[in-house]
């Protein structure tokens, strides 16, 4: 493998194997010289080939890995369901969505990757207990209920677990109501539910799962609560437009503020929260030094609790990897921002954009030296009405006579003045002090 990859035939990012063309070229070659027939191949790629296995019911257990995908949107695929049967040593089945006659009927236990766009059954195979497997990918599907797949095993004697499974991905169901209990899943790395508009019970393992990296639950409008979170490999969570979220971690009654633990939350890189109705902040959130990245937009009123202690803290914090704060149409108040600007000190990109908080510009302006500390800002977004207001001053330099929708500052903002470098605007009708117009 080493070789391959200096001599750059092999390519690997972020867990994933990327292969040139030629060593899939000399692969497929390889597997087209065990068999005239497709059927004693051990791989299937061109869809001729695999629609032709699973019509005629042409199986057989030499078959290892099978990939369908339909050149047409139109292309159906006439089955009965059981040419799975014959392939008692299959791997892998890929499925780019499709239609098909009927559901499967059957499923190999052999199988270690499940990737099935679109799956057109409501429930797996009684038969399906696939022990090994590590990829249970079937977003846009039919499906609509988990519970028997995930609590068979549990009523079993044998009491075995999904100890292999990765990966589950569900999005866009939209006739899925729940997620189960997932505690045979104990090494699971990636959930993901989003979109799943029917949704309304998280069941509460899912917020037990130690090796948990990401958890996406955006767009799921009805659901109502969600599982306390004990995760303490999370990076990823992903909880917006979830706009009847009602209840998090620690939260009775209605959602309006986010609890001081989720500092705990260690690994945490990225959190995003879109349309929710969270108006409250724990200035706790800028101790947590894996975050990267903030987004809350659409949130009306967002303020910061305040948190003595915490924010004694916070201020020896310098080695925070905060870069990309996005409080998009917040309405964010004048004591949120004198309280949270001067905290991020590595930031590189903040976008107050859309907001009408009111005297914003007055307080940034008197309070430029004290707020802008963050040197290492790179970008920072203002929409017209929030900072850049008819008759603003930024510093001596620039005047605003009339409107504008939006500006774009770069290089420097706020006290050090010397350093704004880059200043372009989307509409004519803007003066500098020297009579020079766009």
Same mark, same amino acid.
């Given at each position: 493998?080493?070789?391959?990859?200096?001599?750059?035939?092999?390519?690997?990012?972020?867990?994933?194997?990327?292969?040139?063309?030629?060593?899939?070229? &000399?692969?497929?070659?390889?597997?087209?010289?065990?068999?005239?027939?497709?059927?004693?191949?051990?791989?299937?790629? #061109?869809?001729?080939?695999?629609?032709?296995?699973?019509?005629?019911?042409?199986?057989?257990?030499?078959?290892?890995?099978?990939?369908?995908?339909?050149?047409?949107?139109?292309?159906?695929?006439?089955?009965?369901?059981?040419?799975?049967?014959?392939?008692?040593? @299959?791997? *892998?089945?890929?499925? +780019?969505?499709?239609?098909?006659?009927?559901?499967?009927?059957?499923?190999?236990? =052999?199988?270690?990757?499940?990737?099935?766009?679109?799956?057109?059954?409501?429930?797996?195979?009684?038969?399906?207990?696939?022990?090994?497997?590590?990829?249970?990918?079937?977003?846009?599907?039919?499906?609509?209920? !988990?519970?028997?797949?995930?609590?068979?095993?549990?009523?079993? &004697?044998?009491?075995?677990?999904?100890?292999?499974?990765?990966?589950?991905?569900?999005? +866009?169901?939209?006739?899925?109501?729940?997620?189960?209990?997932? =505690?045979?899943?104990?090494?699971?790395?990636? !959930?993901?539910?989003?979109?799943?508009? +029917?949704?309304?019970?998280?069941?509460?393992?899912?917020?037990?799962?130690?090796?948990?990296?990401?958890?996406? %639950?955006?767009?799921?409008?009805?659901?109502?609560?969600?599982?306390?979170?004990?995760?303490?490999?999370?990076?990823?969570?992903?909880?917006?437009?979830?706009?009847?979220?009602?209840?998090?971690?620690?939260?009775?009654?209605?959602?309006?503020?986010?609890?001081?633990?989720?500092?705990?939350?260690?690994?945490?890189?990225?959190?995003?929260?879109?349309?929710?109705?969270?108006?409250?902040?724990?200035?706790?959130?800028?101790?947590?030094?894996?975050?990267?990245? @903030?987004?809350?937009?659409?949130?009306?009123?967002?303020?910061?609790?305040?948190?003595?202690?915490?924010?004694?803290?916070?201020?020896?914090?310098?080695?925070?990897?905060?870069?990309?704060?996005?409080?998009?149409?917040?309405?964010?108040?004048?004591?949120?921002?004198?309280?949270?600007?001067?905290?991020?000190?590595?930031?590189?990109?903040? #976008? !107050?954009?859309?907001?009408?908080?009111?005297?914003?510009?007055?307080?940034?302006?008197?309070?430029?030296?004290?707020?802008?500390?963050?040197? %290492?800002?790179?970008?920072?977004?203002? %929409?017209?009405?929030?900072?850049?207001?008819?008759? *603003?001053? !930024?510093? &001596?330099?620039?005047?605003? %006579?009339?409107?504008?929708?939006?500006?774009?500052?770069?290089?420097?903002?706020?006290?050090?003045?010397?350093?704004?470098?880059?200043?372009?605007?989307?509409?004519?009708?803007?003066?500098?002090?020297?009579?020079?117009?766009?």
């Amino acid at each position: 493998m080493r070789v391959l990859i200096d001599k750059s035939l092999v390519k690997i990012e972020d867990d994933r194997v990327m292969l040139h063309d030629l060593i899939q070229y &000399t692969g497929r070659e390889i597997v087209r010289q065990e068999s005239e027939e497709p059927r004693g191949r051990s791989r299937i790629w #061109n869809f001729e080939d695999a629609k032709r296995v699973l019509e005629q019911d042409k199986g057989s257990h030499k078959i290892e890995i099978i990939k369908l995908a339909f050149p047409k949107a139109d292309e159906k695929l006439n089955w009965d369901g059981v040419a799975f049967m014959k392939m008692n040593n @299959l791997r *892998t089945i890929v499925i +780019n969505k499709g239609d098909f006659s009927d559901s499967p009927k059957h499923l190999p236990n =052999s199988l270690k990757v499940l990737k099935w766009r679109g799956y057109p059954s409501q429930i797996f195979p009684f038969d399906f207990y696939p022990k090994e497997i590590a990829i249970l990918w079937l977003p846009d599907s039919s499906i609509s209920s !988990l519970i028997s797949f995930f609590q068979k095993q549990k009523a079993s &004697t044998i009491q075995e677990e999904f100890m292999n499974l990765r990966v589950l991905n569900f999005s +866009n169901c939209q006739h899925l109501e729940q997620i189960p209990d997932l =505690s045979v899943a104990p090494h699971l790395e990636e !959930l993901s539910f989003c979109w799943c508009k +029917n949704l309304t019970e998280v069941y509460k393992s899912v917020g037990l799962l130690n090796k948990l990296r990401m958890l996406d %639950a955006k767009g799921c409008c009805k659901l109502r609560s969600f599982a306390d979170l004990m995760l303490p490999a999370l990076q990823q969570l992903r909880i917006s437009s979830c706009s009847s979220l009602e209840s998090f971690p620690e939260i009775l009654g209605k959602m309006e503020k986010f609890p001081p633990s989720i500092r705990y939350i260690t690994r945490l890189e990225r959190l995003e929260l879109w349309h929710s109705k969270i108006v409250l902040l724990p200035s706790s959130i800028f101790l947590m030094k894996e975050l990267k990245c @903030l987004r809350i937009q659409n949130c009306d009123g967002l303020l910061l609790h305040s948190q003595e202690k915490v924010e004694e803290q916070i201020s020896s914090v310098v080695f925070s990897n905060q870069q990309h704060f996005d409080f998009r149409n917040c309405n964010v108040s004048n004591e949120f921002l004198q309280r949270s600007v001067p905290w991020l000190v590595n930031v590189k990109e903040l #976008n !107050l954009s859309s907001n009408t908080g009111g005297d914003e510009e007055d307080d940034l302006r008197r309070n430029q030296q004290q707020q802008f500390k963050a040197q %290492a800002m790179k970008r920072m977004i203002l %929409a017209f009405r929030v900072l850049i207001g008819p008759g *603003t001053r !930024l510093g &001596t330099k620039f005047r605003f %006579a009339t409107s504008a929708s939006r500006c774009w500052l770069q290089r420097g903002i706020g006290g050090a003045r010397s350093s704004l470098r880059l200043l372009n605007w989307r509409r004519k009708g803007l003066q500098d002090n020297y009579g020079s117009r766009s």
